[in-house]
């Protein structure tokens, strides 16, 4: 049975050479549900912003936790920033599935079992993500950061800047958990393979160690905390890549199988 790919409301056949304009409007769409998540998201958020305001806060220890602003809009204007960084981080698994659903179809065909569990993966994955950065990563980053110097320092945090820190810090916890994602899509599309990713090992653990290392805080503590994860989920994306990979477009035939070099 031929293989059909979604084009905005109209079906293509695999051998048929899709428009520009059918790409830009698949591009569109996925653009404007992307959007319309976030709006709602941001309006959800909003309704909460108290509330959201307390959860974020948690993790300070007990003798910073009152934080400082400096004008009378910072208040209104840092809870709206806080309000649209918590949206970003509700609407990021369907932007990342937006994303995976127009890139992926163009190079293998995707059943509905396999469109789920993607999806399930990602939110997954991400929500791990960041409840380790919440419970785990960020109190300890806190608890060393504004404790560092002793008594010389009288540490007052700007509720602008410590909400920045924080929602930054979450997103990045977040990202890194869908590591195992991105491995397999990459496998998936052909640009990658298991034995790519078991041969240079080596380079995705410097790598790991780099984001770390960039990362808001960048004590040792938080360091560690944020790259032992990423050694399981690498191993994770390695199985991941090895069971869902294919050949590189190059190598495959019209029908998607792997083209015969003798002929």
Do not use: C
Request: zero cysteines; glycine letters at 8%; charged letters at 15%.
């Amino acid at each position: 049975m031929p293989r059909t790919i979604n084009v905005g409301t109209r079906r293509a056949r695999p051998d048929e050479l899709l428009s520009v304009s059918d790409h830009l409007d698949e591009l569109r769409r996925r653009l404007i549900v992307s959007v319309v998540v976030l709006l709602v998201a941001f309006a959800g958020m909003y309704a909460v912003h108290d509330a959201l305001i307390d959860v974020l806060t948690w993790p300070l220890p007990d003798d910073t936790n009152q934080l400082v602003t400096l004008s009378p809009t910072e208040p209104f204007f840092t809870t709206l920033k806080v309000v649209f960084w918590a949206s970003v981080l509700v609407s990021l698994p369907i932007w990342l599935y937006q994303a995976y659903a127009f890139v992926i179809p163009a190079v293998a065909e995707q059943p509905r079992r396999v469109v789920l569990s993607v999806v399930a993966g990602l939110s997954g994955l991400f929500a791990a993500g960041v409840a380790f950065g919440y419970w785990v990563v960020l109190p300890v980053a806190l608890e060393f950061l504004t404790g560092f110097g002793g008594d010389t320092f009288n540490t007052q945090l700007r509720a602008g800047e410590y909400f920045g820190f924080a929602t930054t810090m979450l997103l990045a916890s977040g990202l890194l958990f869908e590591v195992p994602i991105a491995m397999a899509a990459l496998a998936r599309m052909g640009v990658a393979s298991a034995k790519a990713y078991r041969t240079h090992w080596r380079v995705a653990l410097v790598a790991i160690a780099a984001i770390a290392a960039v990362l808001p805080g960048g004590d040792p503590i938080s360091m560690v905390l944020l790259m032992l994860p990423q050694f399981v989920l690498y191993g994770v994306g390695i199985a991941l890549a090895a069971k869902f990979g294919q050949p590189p477009l190059w190598r495959r035939d019209e029908g998607g199988e792997v083209a015969d070099s003798l002929g």
